[in-house]
């Protein structure tokens, strides 16, 4: 059976680099079924609609989302960021956001001596709880005053959840999980996530497991990335954190991530994490490597492991054969499309 999947192709270069990574898709042999949304920046100018009722029971009888970018400068901040992608996390309950913090071969890293045996972990970050609910306040807005209030919010069921997952894709890979918080400061969260983690962990006493303050996290990602495999942390810290993993593995321009249902109760979310760089749309400048790389991410999470395998495999052999610099978003595409068909 084809897979079901909704595409939003968004603003700026959310287009371009959407439509490379359908190409990659389409020469890995994987049949789907198309569905376009009508999402994003010109849906909202045009309309006043972020996410209206009808797109949201379309996206919920997809298999998968791959979405390129939303952002407009047109749009006041927050409206679209709110008011379509965390609501989709929210109500379709995409408690992982599932971020390769990877180095290729051929593309450049900031650090000094590092390459890519050094610089290969996956991050899990909580996608659902934290500061990022929207709970506090404020009064007396606009005057000397003014205090406003941002409450994190933390539960058992939901930090178990998404460090089991994290131990889980250890088992796939190097064995090894970190959890990262600050529970030197943050004491009730930080000691509510470090019982679900021990808990999690006695049931995996085949894998190796850390503790890192978030401050010493970023420390180490500069200056150990090798000392990490999987980390697991909450949705502040990780927000941070993978920003500070796509730097050190070449950019945003390679950086993958997917928002995911793990029981796969609905429709989970695939996107790259640049924004839409409207300075650059339209003018064949993109990278398209990140929306490819979250195709393979979309597949292997739909059980297509071996045609995921095979668009990641080529996207590193377009690298090392060719580099990223000086092509343009359609020869980066060529390249990696060419590469998939063998």
């Not at 131990?167 to 890979?173: C, N, P």
């Not at 495999?313 to 377009?318: D, E, I, L, M, P």
Request: proline letters at 5%; hydrophobic letters at 45%.
């Amino acid at each position: 059976m084809p897979h079901r999947i909704g595409i939003v192709a968004g603003d700026g270069i959310g287009p371009e680099v959407v439509g490379e990574g359908l190409r990659a898709l389409g020469a890995a042999g994987v049949v789907i079924e198309r569905v376009d949304l009508d999402l994003g920046a010109e849906r909202y100018l045009r309309t006043g609609d972020v996410l209206p009722d009808d797109a949201v029971k379309a996206i919920r009888d997809c298999d998968a989302v791959l979405l390129g970018a939303v952002g407009d400068p047109r749009v006041p901040p927050g409206v679209l960021e709110r008011g379509l992608l965390l609501r989709l996390r929210f109500d379709l309950d995409l408690y992982v956001n599932l971020r390769p913090v990877k180095l290729i071969e051929g593309i450049d890293t900031p650090l000094a001596g590092k390459g890519p045996a050094d610089i290969d972990m996956l991050v899990v970050r909580e996608n659902t709880e934290g500061l990022y609910t929207g709970a506090g306040g404020a009064h007396l807005v606009g005057t000397a005053g003014e205090v406003a209030t941002q409450e994190s919010i933390n539960t058992r069921r939901g930090a178990e959840r998404v460090i089991r997952y994290a131990f889980e894709q250890a088992g796939r890979r190097r064995r090894k999980v970190t959890m990262v918080h600050k529970t030197n400061v943050l004491t009730y969260a930080g000691a509510l996530w470090t019982r679900a983690f021990e808990a999690v962990a006695a049931d995996h006493p085949d894998i190796e497991t850390d503790y890192v303050h978030v401050d010493a996290a970023c420390l180490y990602f500069v200056t150990q990335p090798e000392r990490f495999d999987v980390v697991v942390t909450e949705n502040l810290f990780g927000d941070i954190l993978t920003d500070l993993g796509a730097a050190i593995a070449g950019g945003m321009g390679v950086a993958a991530s997917g928002n995911i249902d793990p029981e796969r109760r609905g429709p989970s979310i695939f996107e790259p994490v640049h924004g839409s760089a409207p300075d650059i749309a339209n003018q064949g400048r993109a990278n398209p490597l990140a929306c490819i790389l979250s195709v393979a991410l979309m597949l292997d999470h739909l059980g297509e492991a071996e045609a995921a395998g095979r668009i990641e495999a080529a996207v590193a052999s377009a690298v090392r054969d060719g580099g990223v610099k000086g092509r343009s978003t359609r020869e980066l595409g060529d390249a990696v499309v060419r590469l998939i068909a063998g």
